[in-house]
């Protein structure tokens, strides 16, 4: 079955015939050098060439990219080049911090990058200089991701800044971090966060690994990056977290997690997870231990009553009936008798549209977006009950459902909630509570199989571990209970 949806995307990259720059070594003939760089540039207009001269007479060129490259960067560059006698260029470049470049392909990634390449006469080498354009946003508080009481700091698109944000608030020796480049021309930089002696190397080792094993010539975002880092790929639940929060990410690393930072991208990759870390939110911490217990289950019984509720629904107006309480039995029924279809044709209606209004809600701008929410939420209720296209009892299965998928901290599992209810609504349709329990049997089996990078991700219940209970679904005191004196 899985060959009928493999990744169309694979096999028109293993069939990819455009040309690759081929690796040839800096010529001492100019002509042929700047000939090679415009070629490769495909002669784009943002392209500069300029004559670098001294005492009127010309010593080399070279080349930069306007669209990526920091002017006043350039020229600070060049003006500290001039004061200085041009005697070797090697002596002079070497005292501006400049990179020797041998490959003609190297410097034509380094001018895609925003650096300044230049050429000398006669000179069998190249020198590449930073004047890289760096324009990013201020670090703001993250929209997804709020909290109570805390920092509310987020990343940004920028690696260096996010890693600055995750050393403030881990700041020791330990903290490593290792970076890799992605992609058939290494064009990604990602950097790999981690604890030495808190995090498992077997685990970095595997990490390290599946991102060299990314070949793809698309472009590389987060999302391409976890589908090569999951163990299951066709699982519809997230074996990865991502988050905009430094914080969270210090926590996850002083647990011996690993952190990826992938370039312009402002938000981090956290792995290996369990499918409790989900539930989990830094509010947790900053509470009495007691409140954050008590969320922290409110929130896991939140996963039970998204996936089940409109599947119990339909159970009992189709086959269960009988448990209906007599005091409301006439409710229900002057509820549901004048809809003309089944329970599981009004479910599916309701929760589409809920998925519609969610959609045009992110989708358009934030304060048009919170008002359609409400707006249509309220009106498009109140317009189908009154044509008795649904019962209001629908209506409130569907807000409580809703509602419940929203508690959760993480938006990888929100998305996998809004879906795994579909399942448990058909099962529900056709054999009641017994298609239910055998739809959740299913996903409990499916849960106990999975791993994240090699860890199994129902820990501590598969396999059942007493002392994991106390860390990843109850929150205790960070401090035992004084015995000192006593106050008089």
Same mark, same amino acid.
């Given at each position: 079955?899985?060959?009928?949806? *493999?990744? =169309?995307?694979?096999?028109?990259?293993?069939?990819?015939?455009?040309?690759?720059?081929?690796?040839?070594?800096?010529?001492?003939?100019?002509?042929?050098?700047?000939?090679?760089? *415009?070629?490769?540039?495909?002669?784009?207009?943002?392209?500069?060439?300029?004559?670098?001269?001294?005492?009127?007479?010309?010593?080399?060129?070279?080349?930069?990219?306007?669209?990526? =490259?920091?002017?006043?960067?350039?020229?600070?560059?060049?003006?500290?080049?001039?004061?200085?006698?041009? *005697?070797?260029?090697?002596?002079?470049?070497?005292?501006?911090?400049?990179?020797?470049?041998?490959?003609?392909? &190297?410097?034509?990634?380094?001018?895609? &990058?925003?650096?300044?390449?230049?050429?000398?006469?006669?000179?069998?080498?190249?020198?590449?200089?930073?004047?890289?354009?760096?324009?990013?946003?201020?670090?703001?508080?993250?929209?997804?991701?709020?909290?109570?009481?805390?920092?509310?700091?987020?990343?940004?698109?920028?690696?260096?800044?996010?890693?600055?944000?995750?050393?403030?608030?881990?700041?020791?020796?330990?903290?490593?971090?290792?970076?890799?480049?992605?992609?058939?021309?290494?064009?990604?930089?990602?950097?790999?966060?981690?604890?030495?002696?808190?995090?498992?190397?077997?685990?970095?080792?595997?990490?390290?690994?599946?991102?060299?094993?990314?070949?793809?010539?698309?472009?590389?975002?987060?999302?391409?990056?976890?589908?090569?880092?999951?163990?299951?790929?066709?699982?519809?639940?997230?074996?990865?977290?991502?988050?905009?929060?430094?914080?969270?990410?210090?926590?996850?690393?002083?647990?011996? *997690?690993?952190?990826?930072?992938?370039?312009?991208?402002?938000?981090?990759?956290?792995?290996?997870? =369990?499918?409790?870390?989900?539930? &989990?939110?830094?509010?947790?911490?900053?509470?009495?231990?007691?409140?954050?217990?008590?969320?922290?289950?409110?929130?896991?019984?939140?996963?039970?009553?998204?996936?089940?509720?409109?599947?119990?629904?339909?159970?009992?107006?189709?086959?269960?009936?009988?448990?209906?309480?007599?005091?409301?039995?006439?409710?229900?029924?002057?509820?549901?008798?004048?809809?003309?279809?089944?329970?599981?044709?009004?479910?599916?209606?309701?929760?589409?549209?809920?998925?519609?209004?969610?959609?045009?809600?992110?989708?358009?701008?934030?304060?048009?977006?919170? =008002?359609?929410?409400?707006?249509?939420?309220?009106?498009?209720?109140?317009?189908?009950?009154?044509?008795?296209?649904?019962?209001?009892?629908?209506?409130?299965?569907?807000?409580?459902?809703?509602?419940?998928?929203?508690?959760?901290?993480?938006?990888?599992?929100?998305?996998?909630?809004?879906?795994?209810?579909?399942?448990?609504?058909?099962?529900?349709?056709?054999?009641?509570?017994?298609?239910?329990?055998?739809?959740?049997?299913?996903?409990?089996?499916?849960?106990?199989?999975?791993?994240?990078?090699?860890?199994?991700?129902?820990?501590?219940?598969?396999?059942?571990?007493?002392?994991?209970?106390?860390?990843?679904?109850?929150?205790?005191?960070?401090?035992?209970?004084?015995?000192?004196?006593?106050?008089?």
């Amino acid at each position: 079955m899985k060959r009928w949806f *493999k990744n =169309t995307d694979d096999k028109n990259q293993s069939t990819d015939t455009r040309k690759k720059p081929a690796p040839e070594p800096v010529n001492a003939d100019m002509d042929r050098n700047r000939r090679y760089i *415009k070629e490769e540039l495909h002669y784009s207009e943002d392209l500069h060439e300029r004559t670098l001269s001294f005492a009127n007479k010309q010593a080399g060129v070279y080349f930069f990219i306007d669209s990526v =490259t920091d002017s006043d960067k350039l020229s600070n560059t060049l003006r500290s080049i001039y004061n200085r006698p041009l *005697k070797n260029p090697d002596e002079v470049m070497s005292s501006i911090n400049s990179i020797q470049v041998v490959d003609l392909s &190297q410097a034509v990634a380094r001018l895609i &990058q925003g650096e300044t390449i230049l050429f000398f006469h006669d000179h069998p080498v190249c020198f590449s200089i930073n004047t890289r354009l760096a324009i990013q946003r201020d670090v703001s508080q993250p929209e997804s991701e709020q909290i109570v009481r805390g920092a509310h700091n987020g990343f940004v698109e920028n690696i260096a800044t996010n890693v600055y944000q995750v050393r403030h608030l881990i700041q020791q020796p330990s903290l490593t971090v290792r970076y890799e480049y992605l992609g058939k021309d290494k064009h990604t930089k990602v950097a790999i966060v981690y604890v030495d002696g808190l995090c498992d190397m077997h685990i970095l080792e595997e990490t390290r690994n599946r991102l060299r094993n990314i070949d793809t010539a698309r472009l590389i975002s987060s999302a391409v990056v976890e589908e090569h880092l999951e163990d299951h790929p066709y699982s519809p639940l997230p074996q990865y977290m991502s988050t905009e929060r430094p914080d969270r990410c210090a926590l996850n690393l002083l647990q011996g *997690k690993i952190v990826l930072f992938i370039e312009g991208e402002a938000i981090a990759l956290v792995l290996p997870v =369990t499918f409790f870390s989900f539930y &989990q939110s830094n509010d947790d911490y900053n509470s009495r231990w007691y409140a954050g217990t008590f969320f922290r289950l409110l929130r896991l019984f939140s996963f039970i009553t998204a996936v089940t509720l409109p599947g119990i629904y339909i159970a009992i107006i189709s086959f269960h009936y009988e448990i209906i309480p007599y005091g409301m039995t006439f409710v229900f029924k002057d509820a549901v008798e004048m809809i003309p279809y089944p329970p599981l044709i009004e479910a599916f209606f309701m929760e589409l549209t809920l998925e519609l209004i969610r959609e045009a809600g992110v989708r358009l701008p934030s304060p048009i977006g919170q =008002t359609i929410g409400i707006v249509g939420g309220l009106v498009i209720g109140d317009a189908v009950v009154n044509a008795g296209f649904v019962s209001s009892v629908m209506i409130i299965v569907v807000a409580l459902t809703a509602i419940s998928s929203f508690v959760v901290p993480a938006n990888e599992m929100n998305m996998s909630i809004r879906l795994l209810r579909f399942p448990v609504m058909i099962m529900a349709s056709l054999a009641g509570f017994v298609g239910i329990v055998f739809c959740l049997t299913l996903y409990l089996i499916h849960l106990c199989k999975l791993t994240s990078l090699g860890k199994p991700y129902f820990y501590p219940f598969a396999p059942f571990d007493p002392k994991g209970i106390w860390n990843e679904i109850l929150r205790l005191p960070h401090v035992k209970p004084s015995q000192g004196s006593k106050l008089s």
